[in-house]
C-alpha cells in the first residue's frame, strides 16, 4: 500500500460549534448535488467521490463522465480522478461503476494517522478483516453492522462484553489476537493466529494512534491493507469520514449514512439549546488510565469541549502528551491556576455480568466510584464534581451524558436517555435494552 502525508489534521475545538448546523452536508440523496469539492470539504473523502458526499454513486459518475466529454472543468472537481494517476478519465468512471456494483477494486483514500492524514490504498471491497479492539473501537462496528466481516481482534478494554458475545468475543468466529493495542506480526501470522491465511484476510482496520499496529509495513507486504480511522473522535469531520469509510469498504453505506444522521441530531440538539449559553460550566476530562486528566487534543477532552464546556485546563503546558497523571502534577489542583467545576471520567463498567447494558450492582457502582475518585481527593469539588460515564456506550451517548451532567436544567438525563434509546433502537442490530432501567452514570 503506496502512502504519503497529505497533509495535518487541525485540532478543532469544537465546542458544539461543530453541529450539524455548521458543516455543509452534502448528500446525493437530497437532489445529486453536482457542487466541486475538495478532500478537506468532502464528508467522505475517498477519491471517486467527485461531490464529496457521503457516497459515490451515479452523480459522481456523471461529473466524471461530464469532465471527459468536456462540459465540467476536472480542477474543479479534485476527487473526480478516482485511481488517482493526475487525470480524469475513462479509467476513473470505468473505477466508480466497480465501486457502485460492489465489484473488486483499489480505491485510494485518507487514513487517520497519529494526528495527520495519508492517502493510501485500499483493496475493496472488504469481506474479511481483523482489527484492533477496544471499547470505541467495537462500539463503531457494531453500530455499522460489521460483526460477520471481523475474523479476528485484539481486545484491549473490551467495554460492555454482553454486547460482543456473539462477535467479537467468539472466539469461534473471531480470533484473540492480543490483550493489548498492538498486533504481533510474524511468519504471516497476526499474533499467535494463522487467521489472515485461513480466512483470507484483506484489510486491517485501526485506530489513528501510531501505537496501533507497529508493523503496517509487515502486515501490507502479505496484502493486508491497514485502514486507520478515528474510533472515538466527536470532531464532526472525523467522526463522518471515519463511519462512511468504513461503510464504504465494508457495503454498509446505508447504515454508516444512518450513523452519521443520529451524530448530526445529537450535535444539532446540543447546538440549539447550549449553543448561546453564556455561563459555560469548566471541566476537565479523565480516561484511558485511573488517576489521569486529559488535554484538549485527547478525544476524552474534546467530549468536554464537544457538551459546551470550558476545558479547566486549556492553559496547562501538557509537553505534548495526551493525558498527565494528577499525583505527579499536583498544580492541576491549585485553585490559583485552574479552577472547574466538574471531573468527568470515562470508564467501562467490566462488572462480571458483561457491563451497563447488562446491568450492574450497587456494590458495583460504590467499588468503581471509591476507586476512581480517590486519585483526586486532593481537589476541592472532589465530594461533589466527579462523574463517571460508561465507556461502553456508544460515542455519541457519551456526549449527550456530559452535556445532560452540565447542564441539567437544560438538557436532562432523560433527554440522554430518551437519545441513547434511539441508539440503541436504530444501530444494536436487535439487541433490546431499555436503557432507562439501567446504570450509565455514576455520581454521588
Not at 49 to 71: P, Y
Not at 240 to 256: D, I, N, P, T
Amino acid at each position: 500500500m503506496d502512502r504519503k502525508i497529505l497533509f495535518p489534521v487541525l485540532a478543532i475545538a469544537i465546542l458544539v460549534a461543530a453541529s450539524a448546523a455548521v458543516f455543509l452536508v452534502r448528500d446525493s440523496d437530497a437532489g445529486g448535488d453536482k457542487s466541486p469539492s475538495t478532500m478537506e470539504q468532502a464528508e467522505l473523502k475517498v477519491f471517486g467521490n467527485a461531490n464529496g458526499d457521503r457516497r459515490i454513486d451515479g452523480t459522481d459518475l456523471e461529473i466524471i463522465e461530464e469532465i471527459i466529454k468536456g462540459d465540467r472543468a476536472a480542477a474543479d472537481y479534485p476527487l473526480a480522478d478516482a485511481n488517482n494517476d493526475g487525470a480524469v478519465d475513462r479509467a476513473d468512471a470505468d473505477l466508480v461503476e466497480k465501486i457502485m456494483k460492489g465489484e473488486s477494486a483499489t480505491i485510494t483514500h485518507v487514513n487517520y494517522y497519529n494526528g495527520g492524514e495519508q492517502i493510501v490504498t485500499t483493496k475493496f471491497p472488504v469481506r474479511s478483516a481483523i482489527m484492533t479492539g477496544s471499547s470505541s473501537a467495537w462500539i463503531l462496528t457494531f453500530q455499522l453492522g460489521i460483526l460477520d466481516e471481523i475474523k479476528g481482534s485484539s481486545q484491549h478494554g473490551k467495554g460492555d462484553t454482553i454486547l460482543y458475545r456473539d462477535s467479537y468475543l467468539d472466539e469461534s468466529k473471531c480470533a484473540f489476537l492480543s490483550g493489548g493495542n498492538d498486533i504481533d506480526f510474524e511468519n504471516g501470522r497476526a499474533g499467535s493466529s494463522n487467521v489472515i491465511i485461513e480466512k483470507k484476510v484483506t484489510a486491517l482496520i485501526a485506530d489513528s494512534s501510531k501505537s496501533y499496529i507497529t508493523k503496517e509495513k509487515d502486515f501490507e507486504n502479505v496484502g493486508v491493507d491497514v485502514v486507520r480511522v478515528t474510533f472515538a473522535s466527536v470532531d464532526r469531520p472525523v467522526v463522518a469520514h471515519s463511519a462512511l469509510l468504513l461503510g464504504l469498504l465494508f457495503q454498509k453505506v446505508e447504515r454508516s449514512i444512518q450513523y452519521l444522521e443520529m451524530f448530526d441530531d445529537l450535535y444539532g440538539q446540543i447546538d440549539r439549546a447550549l449553543g448561546s449559553v453564556e455561563d459555560r460550566v469548566s471541566a476537565v476530562a479523565s480516561g484511558g488510565h485511573s488517576g489521569t486528566i486529559a488535554s484538549t487534543t485527547y478525544e476524552y477532552g474534546k467530549i468536554v469541549m464537544a457538551a459546551s464546556g470550558d476545558y479547566g485546563l486549556k492553559n496547562f503546558n501538557f509537553a505534548g502528551a495526551t493525558s498527565v497523571k494528577v499525583a505527579e502534577q499536583p498544580s492541576v489542583f491549585d485553585t490559583r491556576l485552574y479552577n472547574y467545576d466538574y471531573v468527568i471520567q470515562f470508564s467501562s463498567f467490566n462488572s462480571e455480568g458483561g457491563g451497563a447494558y447488562r446491568g450492574v450492582t450497587q456494590a458495583y457502582c460504590d467499588g468503581l466510584w471509591d476507586e476512581k475518585v480517590s486519585h483526586f481527593a486532593q481537589w476541592e469539588h472532589n465530594d461533589t464534581g466527579q462523574y463517571i460515564i460508561s465507556l461502553g456506550s456508544p460515542v455519541m451517548v457519551r456526549l449527550a451524558y456530559t452535556a445532560a451532567v452540565f447542564y441539567p436544567d437544560i438538557v436532562s438525563m432523560d433527554w440522554a436517555d430518551q437519545f441513547h434509546q434511539k441508539v440503541v433502537d436504530a444501530l444494536f442490530n436487535g439487541q433490546e435494552y431499555d436503557v432507562s432501567e439501567l446504570t450509565f452514570v455514576i455520581h454521588k
